[in-house]
């Protein structure tokens, strides 16, 4: 549970629905076993459990009132708020909350890269202050309003990491953040399946500006085709970052890729030239570290210590996580997938090997969530495969299968489909040695950790 600093019932409901009493509110929750005095429980209807069959025993165990989308058998209406909407309440009442606090508010969002790039900008702004972040990759109705409620009047800096999956959602999420300043990574096709087109994401992508104030700094990637193309209101200004674009006021040059990470020259136009490290592989970190600098020098702070500072970056969660088991190389990258992301892992993947000699190993998996697309993209992730130089790819999950059907046209040599996490586990180690580089990559749901943690086991049996 998130205590607040407190508040009264009418001014964190203010311009949501209108209430009797004023009572101090401690807390704002969603699950009825968090309900007690001084809270208010917001009722909110999911795919398997409806909050509004709880709204009685949340108020029963003391809750101040009761946010809900229709009257309630068991609660009062002078405890009820009734609103048509109880995720766009939720929403509302974390920005009625945010206003009374003033800190630098930082938004990222983006297709691919946005947990990474909001982890860089919390150590790069950590290092001039107080910093709140979104924890894990709470960015949507919920955890959205969840951050902005830990606010207090010890913060310095606030980044709010934004999701969407339709038009509209980062609009909402934007009015209740209002953002300083605010960064987009790339566009990209993981929400195709709902809004139709790249462009179409891009609208929607934008819609983060919605809440900034006149002034405000949009930082974007101009290595993006429509990203660098995208125009702003005139109250906003846009700067870009980049590898390859040369027009792009930030840039990356000089990249020496190690097994530790990734050292570059960054280059501002602005304020000169810095030898960075980051502690992470892959070009596409070395965008998320860019993006993160360009974020704080354009907001004011001292350029070479936020330069510095990107070296105090640390992987979280499945993202990139590099282990050594019996003198393989294993990049556990299993958080989230989709094809931008899926290039990048392949490209890591080539990067360290090349370094190393000995196999390029691809574990690769289900895509979700694209739609249409599918299994064109699964097809190509195989081709890319290829590009890359795997000689041993292992396949799960039914795109899986698309993803070697693709390996296979475009010459990968070795090439497996399993169907049993077990046997894909049992078939690496197997043909796995010394020297080689592994890469496990496939979207959450797929729980591809289950293979690698099979993967790991079999290898203390020898």
Not at 108 to 127: D, N, P, Q
Not at 369 to 377: K, P, Q, T, V
Request: net charge negative; aromatic share 6%.
């Amino acid at each position: 549970m998130i205590y607040l600093k407190s508040l009264s019932l009418k001014t964190l409901l203010a311009g949501v629905a209108k209430v009797s009493g004023n009572e101090m509110v401690q807390a704002v929750v969603t699950d009825s076993r968090a309900a007690g005095p001084g809270t208010i429980f917001v009722a909110i209807k999911g795919e398997r459990v409806d909050g509004h069959d709880y709204a009685a025993t949340a108020l029963a165990q003391g809750a101040l009132c009761i946010v809900a989308e229709h009257p309630i058998e068991g609660v009062p209406a002078e405890k009820t708020a009734l609103v048509e909407n109880s995720l766009n309440a939720m929403i509302k009442i974390g920005g009625n909350y945010r206003a009374q606090y003033h800190p630098m508010v930082l938004g990222v969002t983006g297709s691919v890269g946005k947990t990474t790039t909001k982890e860089f900008c919390a150590v790069v702004f950590s290092a001039f202050g107080e910093t709140l972040k979104t924890e894990g990759n709470q960015n949507n109705e919920l955890g959205v309003p969840n951050t902005l409620f830990r606010l207090d009047e010890t913060t310095e800096y606030a980044v709010v990491e934004m999701g969407m999956d339709h038009m509209g959602d980062l609009h909402k999420l934007s009015l209740a953040a209002k953002p300083d300043a605010a960064i987009i990574t790339r566009i990209g096709v993981s929400h195709i399946e709902h809004l139709g087109s790249r462009e179409n994401i891009l609208k929607a992508k934008m819609e983060i500006c919605d809440g900034m104030a006149p002034g405000g700094v949009l930082v974007v990637n101009g290595d993006d085709d429509l990203l660098s193309k995208a125009m702003v209101s005139r109250d906003l200004r846009k700067v870009t970052f980049g590898i390859d674009d040369r027009f792009a006021q930030v840039t990356a040059q000089n990249i020496e890729s190690s097994t530790k990470g990734e050292k570059f020259l960054l280059c501002d136009k602005q304020n000169g030239e810095f030898s960075v490290f980051i502690p992470a592989v892959g070009r596409h970190n070395i965008y998320n570290a860019l993006a993160a600098y360009t974020l704080a020098t354009r907001q004011g702070l001292d350029p070479a210590r936020a330069a510095a500072a990107l070296e105090n970056y640390q992987t979280t969660g499945l993202r990139q996580h590099l282990v050594e088991k019996n003198g393989m190389l294993v990049i556990e990258d299993c958080y989230n997938a989709n094809p931008d992301s899926m290039r990048a892992g392949l490209e890591a993947l080539a990067a360290l090997a090349a370094k190393r000699g000995g196999k390029r190993v691809a574990v690769l998996g289900d895509m979700l969530e694209l739609g249409d697309i599918s299994e064109a993209a699964h097809l190509e992730a195989g081709a890319i495969a290829a590009e890359n130089g795997v000689t041993l790819l292992v396949t799960y999950g039914p795109w899986g299968e698309r993803i070697a059907e693709g390996a296979k046209a475009a010459g990968v040599p070795n090439v497996y489909h399993c169907t049993d996490k077990q046997d894909a586990a049992q078939l690496l180690a197997q043909q796995c040695t010394a020297g080689d580089t592994l890469l496990f990559k496939a979207s959450r749901g797929m729980k591809f950790e289950e293979i690698f943690e099979a993967f790991y086991n079999l290898l203390k049996d020898e």
